[in-house]
């Protein structure tokens, strides 16, 4: 299965039996995104982490669960 990653726009080829593959097949709305672009973001996100300025919700706030 030939892939395009949405941030570079490089094209991969995915063998057909694996499960990103079945999922990407199955539900459109699922995106592929590449190895390096993933650990780039993954890095820049760390960065701004550090900075002490950028605030990363891993889970909903009190405020959400209420409602």
Known sequence: ???KCVI???I???QDDLPLAKKLR?????TFMCRTCSARIAE????RLDTGK??????SSKFD???
Do not use: A, Q, Y
Request: aromatic fraction near 14%; charged fraction near 35%; include cysteine.
């Open 1 to 3: 299965m030939r892939v």
């Open 8 to 10: 570079c726009d490089t």
């Open 12 to 14: 991969h080829d995915l």
């Open 26 to 30: 199955n539900r459109p709305i699922h």
């Open 44 to 47: 820049n996100t760390g960065k």
């Open 54 to 59: 950028f605030k990363f919700f891993r889970t």
């Open 65 to 67: 669960e209420e409602f």
